[in-house]
């Protein structure tokens, strides 16, 4: 495939998770739990000592693995997803934009102003919110409710040259990231639930669908049009920066890849072959490691995620997602939200480089 540029989504910074880090340490070692966090990082050390013989044995046999998922459904290990994105950004794009992104205990949604080429992102707004437990297991009704809510209250604080043009209807990207059987660009059945979510209505059901008429029951005027999940969001992010970017890689709760392949390249895709000559596809990453699954709600499955799980846990226990993520997008010059937050959740004062327990 040639060079290979690579868009990768990081949990937290290194400052903030070497900060972070001291003190768990400090209160692990105090409640009995360093030594688990210790064995853990050993035993991963030790599985991850492979001869370089031994990796290119699994790197030829996972190219085998992808060419049978790209020639049947269900012929591989591995899932590859054909995503229906066959034009990634230029940087030429211009307009108002909005996006949401659903893909755990929290969900974000943004407002990007593009400006073209010569001045890129002009504007950029985002805001986080934390979904109520009872809404992760309640009725495909109230989630979307929920979320239309917010991204209607977040529509409401367009600011002075933030609005879109008269008659014009707004448009939304939608980063869904759990399993869906994708049919078109715009419209995706999930297929089920992960992360702590457990809405026995919505399985089977279109997400866009679900979402649209949660809009339209608030009279907020917004039109999906795209439907997409994070590791394509990424590989789009990062080719609207560069034109060399062909692959992106999440790693997190969710672990997945996203790359460009040759739309000839991709025997069980039955449509017209799109005129870009490519395609997005999703590589899902899946039970290449088995730790800590026994006591988990569903054994057997997204082993891999599990173990980057547990391990961001033992260091960051006592952060949730939402203080992660503000403390990741801090770029103030005294990094003051990281401050605050270390602050407030661990109790410890942190200044540029300088950490007090």
């Given at each position: 495939?040639?060079?290979?540029?690579?868009?990768?989504?990081?949990?937290?910074?290194?400052?903030?998770?070497?900060?972070?880090?001291?003190?768990v340490k400090h209160r692990?070692?105090?409640?009995?739990?360093?030594?688990?966090?210790?064995?853990?990082?050993?035993?991963?050390?030790?599985?991850?000592?492979?001869?370089?013989?031994?990796?290119?044995?699994?790197?030829?046999?996972?190219?085998?693995?992808?060419?049978?998922?790209?020639?049947?459904?269900?012929?591989?290990?591995?899932?590859?997803?054909?995503?229906?994105?066959?034009?990634?950004?230029?940087?030429?794009?211009?307009?108002?934009?909005?996006?949401?992104?659903?893909?755990?205990?929290?969900?974000?949604?943004?407002?990007?102003?593009?400006?073209?080429k010569e001045s890129g992102?002009?504007?950029?707004?985002?805001?986080?919110?934390?979904?109520?437990?009872?809404?992760?297991?309640?009725?495909?009704?109230?989630?979307?409710?929920?979320?239309?809510?917010?991204?209607?209250?977040?529509?409401?604080?367009?600011?002075?040259?933030?609005?879109?043009?008269?008659?014009?209807?707004?448009?939304?990207?939608?980063?869904?990231?759990?399993?869906?059987?994708?049919?078109?660009?715009?419209?995706?059945?999930?297929?089920?639930?992960?992360?702590?979510?457990?809405?026995?209505?919505?399985?089977?059901?279109?997400?866009?669908?679900?979402?649209?008429?949660?809009?339209?029951?608030?009279?907020?005027?917004?039109?999906?049009?795209?439907?997409?999940?994070?590791?394509?969001?990424?590989?789009?992010?990062?080719?609207?920066?560069?034109?060399?970017?062909?692959?992106?890689?999440?790693?997190?709760?969710?672990?997945?890849?996203?790359?460009?392949?040759?739309?000839?390249?991709?025997?069980?895709?039955?449509?017209?072959?799109?005129?870009?000559?490519?395609?997005?596809?999703?590589?899902?990453?899946?039970?290449?490691?088995?730790?800590?699954?026994?006591?988990?709600?569903?054994?057997?499955?997204?082993?891999?995620?599990?173990?980057?799980?547990?391990?961001?846990?033992?260091?960051?226990?006592?952060?949730?997602?939402?203080?992660?993520?503000?403390?990741?997008?801090?770029?103030?010059?005294?990094?003051?939200?990281?401050?605050?937050?270390?602050?407030?959740?661990?109790?410890?004062?942190?200044?540029?480089?300088?950490?007090?327990?």
């Amino acid at each position: 495939m040639g060079k290979v540029a690579v868009g990768a989504a990081v949990v937290c910074t290194a400052a903030v998770c070497a900060a972070t880090a001291l003190v768990v340490k400090h209160r692990m070692q105090s409640s009995g739990k360093w030594a688990r966090a210790v064995a853990i990082l050993k035993e991963f050390e030790d599985k991850c000592g492979t001869p370089i013989g031994k990796l290119r044995q699994i790197a030829d046999a996972m190219t085998v693995e992808m060419h049978a998922g790209l020639a049947s459904e269900g012929g591989s290990k591995l899932k590859m997803l054909i995503s229906f994105v066959d034009n990634l950004p230029t940087g030429n794009e211009k307009g108002l934009f909005y996006a949401l992104d659903l893909g755990g205990t929290n969900f974000r949604v943004l407002r990007v102003l593009l400006g073209g080429k010569e001045s890129g992102v002009v504007k950029q707004e985002s805001e986080e919110v934390s979904i109520p437990e009872h809404l992760m297991i309640g009725s495909s009704h109230e989630l979307f409710d929920f979320i239309a809510a917010a991204l209607a209250k977040f529509v409401a604080t367009e600011g002075e040259g933030l609005h879109v043009s008269s008659g014009k209807q707004r448009e939304l990207g939608f980063t869904f990231s759990f399993p869906v059987r994708q049919t078109s660009l715009s419209s995706g059945n999930l297929i089920k639930w992960t992360k702590g979510f457990s809405i026995e209505d919505a399985v089977g059901e279109d997400v866009v669908g679900e979402l649209t008429k949660a809009m339209e029951r608030i009279g907020l005027d917004m039109r999906v049009s795209a439907l997409v999940n994070d590791t394509i969001g990424t590989l789009a992010g990062g080719r609207y920066h560069h034109q060399d970017v062909i692959a992106a890689v999440i790693l997190g709760t969710g672990t997945n890849a996203a790359y460009v392949e040759r739309a000839h390249a991709i025997p069980k895709w039955q449509g017209l072959l799109p005129k870009s000559g490519e395609m997005a596809s999703i590589l899902q990453i899946l039970n290449m490691i088995k730790p800590l699954d026994d006591e988990s709600k569903n054994p057997g499955e997204q082993i891999f995620e599990k173990a980057i799980s547990e391990l961001l846990h033992c260091y960051c226990e006592l952060c949730r997602t939402p203080d992660m993520s503000a403390m990741h997008h801090d770029t103030s010059s005294d990094l003051k939200v990281v401050g605050n937050k270390l602050k407030d959740i661990l109790e410890v004062l942190y200044s540029g480089d300088t950490v007090g327990i």
